[in-house]
């Protein structure tokens, strides 16, 4: 009998184990539990969350950290959303990092599991793994922390190990690696000459609250001298600390400038490096409180210290795919992807006793392989979170929350295909990935560039028809603007191949004027930057040097005239396609300085740098209006839009975005959505119509509520919800010559719904958008899928 046997006093049996309850464990628990999976989802703390819990409340970013559009969607994006609506969040002044201890999101998250029918068991500690002949994990044994008893949990079919430590995972004779690998190794340029034991370094949170009266501070006997923590190894963040931190209006901030363990054992040594941090804590503290800051520290206290380390590195498990810095900066596709990450390498590295926040580059988005998701000797063993099979530099990347969020949706996915097909994980990759690539896409996952199969999708069969949409060519004239500099117009879509483009221009002499159109693209190579170039032009980079020229058209505008000039290009450009997930990839047509020429702004486009009344007013148009400076080489944007007409034009917000298989953007453009005409009154309709009747008790509707920021998330920003969505909606279909409603909804909060209700059958189906959550803005679209649930 094994020598836990006699000691087990609870018995339980699943056909998934999760291992860990941080956001890539908690998403994959939800989604195995929704497909129907016995799910159990073990978590040693008293809480939920991981790092982003309330123990540590680490904010919840990834991908959305530097790419407009990025935000990775699916069930952290639903949970975010419910979140904030219900005000799930620590309310801290804006501007402050996101950081958040709210118990209430943790109910959100609970509520959430407990809807998937999973089964959540706190403070219990997976302590060892049984395994049959093959080396399956068959069963976990458990220790119940709480009523100091042990656990047996049986599994039919498969572990997700997303504790980010991988104990059970490395007792079970998991392949892993720790540490940073040798330049050699994978031929990463950032990587040492030779293989080191450094990890990242482990942090403590801590939050200050502004009072209305002087506290003192005294520190505990033995507290060390304040040692900075530095960023990107500059020395301006070590001589400078601090400097103004506390001279702004927020009254309560989170500090999380501890740093400690690089060069330890980050498992065997928790405890201790939670000793050195909190160490370190009180002494950022007195130098806050008593030293160079201590006026404007005066009134403020030391509220609440996190009761855990928020730990970045251990142990990564290995796959069939190990993810490298090249694949990241090179913006990597596999065939097998089923998530993405954008954040930046973002590397803590040991500085003495303290760290460096050293960001290697910051990546385009990148995909991640299903291959590097699985055990590679483990037969049934799935990865999740920073566990994922990674090099130390790509998981300095790969690890960021929000993107294990949808890491572990994905798995969750794969784990329930396991059961269904009773197959091992590496067997879903071989035969059953478009069915995995595809449920994930169908339950609000992204992969990269990649669209719904119209597979089992009555949708696309149909035509489509709208009240009003956007159009990019429906442009009126406004304001002229004399070319007193070179001008230009920035695109984030356009044709693959141009046929001509058209100006609205005016020549106010009598004689005609000469004129060349310049076009170029921008350059993307290399297509990663670095934290400098990126702190100075984002993703829009404005300098000479970040584009190529295409062409030089030269133009004779008639004198007098005043109108639309067609400039047709001599021959066909081939421009090729846009990276639509890459927002730094732009078309630039420039016009040369005339003063006796004048460029009109279009009259309804939308001032993109105004956001008074909306997050998302820029997002409505696809090109903006630059000017060249006299004395520098580069381009500066004036805020306006420009008249531009393509030939052919991209798509903006056609009624048939909504079924051309993309359910959100993954940049400014395309927008991959149906935009109804701005200005237009609400209600607002969209019409499918087929040539013969259809039969449907499915369907799935996909609004907007992308933002270019993330901090103009509503959980980030302090709203709880953007204007732009969808509040109400009706769905309708037609019969017996007149309209019945089939689906109405009073108050959405959600980007992604799912109805499913008794059988229609018509050959229209109408959905009505009644409300936006925001007065004044347009429709917002971005999928309808209309089905028909298979019966068993």
């Known amino acids: 009998m094994p020598p836990d046997e006699p000691r087990i006093k609870r018995h339980h049996t699943c056909d998934i184990l999760v291992i860990g309850a941080g956001v890539s464990g908690y998403c994959a628990a939800i989604q195995a539990g929704r497909m129907g999976c016995r799910t159990i989802l073990v978590e040693k703390d008293a809480v939920l969350g991981g790092n982003a819990g309330p123990d540590v409340g680490v904010g919840i970013t990834g991908a959305d950290r530097y790419n407009p559009y990025g935000t990775e969607t699916g069930i952290i994006h639903e949970i975010h959303e419910e979140a904030a609506w219900v005000r799930g969040f620590t309310q801290v002044s804006r501007g402050s990092m996101p950081y958040n201890i709210s118990r209430r999101f943790e109910a959100v998250v609970q509520t959430k599991l407990e809807q998937a029918d999973v089964q959540i068991l706190k403070r219990h500690y997976a302590r060892r793994p049984i395994l049959d002949s093959s080396g399956r994990i068959t069963g976990v044994i458990v220790e119940d922390l709480a009523s100091f008893q042990t656990v047996r949990i049986d599994i039919a079919h498969v572990v997700i190990e997303a504790s980010g430590d991988g104990e059970i995972g490395v007792l079970a004779g998991a392949d892993f690696d720790v540490g940073s690998e040798a330049r050699s190794e994978f031929g990463e340029r950032s990587a040492p ?70 060069s330890m054992d980050t498992i065997r040594e928790d405890g201790a490096i939670y000793e050195l941090l909190l ?116 998981h300095s990347s790969t690890r960021l929350m929000r993107t294990g969020g949808a890491i572990g949706q994905a798995v969750g996915i794969a784990a ?14 071989t035969d059953h990935l478009e069915e995995l690539q595809q449920q ?108 190529a020229q295409i062409t030089e058209i030269p133009v004779t505008l008639p004198a007098g005239h005043r109108g639309w000039v067609h400039i047709a290009m001599p021959t066909p450009l081939d421009i090729g396609a846009r990276d639509p997930s890459a927002d730094d990839d732009r078309l630039l047509v420039a016009i040369n300085e005339n003063q006796a020429v004048q460029w009109a702004l279009a009259e309804q486009g939308t001032n993109p740098a105004d956001s008074s009344t909306s997050n998302s007013r820029s997002d409505l148009v696809l090109a903006r209006m630059v000017e060249h400076s006299h004395h520098l080489p580069e381009w500066q944007p004036t805020c306006t839009v420009p008249t531009l007409r393509l030939v052919p034009p991209p798509r903006l917000g056609e009624a048939g975005n909504v079924i051309n298989g993309f359910h959100r953007r993954f940049s400014h453009g395309p927008t991959n959505m149906w935009i109804s005409a701005p200005g ?53 279909v037609w019969r017996d010559d007149t309209w019945h ?52």
């Open 680 to 732: 237009a009154p609400l209600p607002q309709r969209l019409t499918l119509t087929w040539p013969t009747p259809q039969t449907f008790d499915e369907v799935h509707l996909t609004f907007d509520n992308l933002t270019a920021l993330r901090q103009e998330n509503p959980w980030e920003s302090g709203e709880r919800v953007l204007p732009c969505l969808v509040k109400a909606y009706r769905l309708e």
């Open 279 to 394: 160490k370190q804590l009180w002494a950022e503290w007195h130098h806050i409180k008593n030293g160079p800051h201590s006026e404007a520290a005066r009134n403020w206290d030391l509220l609440w210290v996190s009761p855990k380390a928020g730990k970045r590195e251990s142990r990564r498990l290995l796959g069939d795919v190990i993810i490298t810095q090249t694949d990241l900066e090179s913006g990597r596709r596999f065939p097998d992807d089923i998530a993405y990450g954008g954040h930046d390498l973002d590397d803590h590295q040991p500085l003495g006793g303290t760290g460096n926040i050293f960001g290697h580059s910051i990546p385009p988005m990148y995909g991640i392989p299903y291959r590097a998701c699985y055990s590679r000797n483990v037969p049934n063993l799935l990865l999740a979170g920073r566990l994922i099979s990674a090099t130390h530099l790509a």
């Open 416 to 429: 329930a295909l396991c059961c269904r097909h009773k197959c091992s994980p590496r067997t879903i990759h």
């Open 440 to 547: 994930l896409m169908a339950a609000d996952g992204t992969i990269l560039s990649r669209g719904l199969s119209p597979a089992d999708d009555l949708a696309p069969s149909a035509s489509v028809t709208s009240s009003s949409e956007l159009r990019f060519n429906d442009q009126s004239p406004g304001l002229r603007v004399p070319l007193i500099a070179q001008a230009g117009a920035v695109l984030w879509d356009w044709p693959p191949t141009l046929e001509a483009i058209e100006l609205y221009l005016e020549n106010r002499t009598g004689a005609p004027q000469p004129l060349h159109i310049t076009i170029y693209r921008s350059r993307r190579e290399p297509k990663w930057t670095t934290v400098d170039v990126y702190d100075r032009h984002q993703r829009d980079d404005l300098r000479d040097s970040a584009f």
């Open 193 to 262: 000459e030779a293989r080191t034991n450094t990890v990242q370094g482990t942090s403590l949170v801590a939050i200050a609250q502004r009072t209305d009266h002087e506290v003192i501070f005294i520190p505990p006997p033995e507290t060390p001298p304040f040692a900075p923590r530095v960023w990107h190894s500059r020395l301006s963040s070590f001589i400078h600390h601090h400097d103004g931190w506390l001279n702004d209006e927020q009254d309560i901030k989170f500090l999380y400038v501890t740093e400690a363990g690089g």
């Open 741 to 792: 409603t089939w689906v109405e909804e009073e108050c959405n909060i959600h980007r992604f719904r799912r109805h499913r209700l008794s059988p229609a059958t018509t050959t229209q189906l109408r959905l009505q958008v009644l409300a936006t959550h925001g007065e004044g803005e347009s429709a917002r679209v971005y999928q309808i899928r209309v089905l028909q649930r298979k019966t068993k």
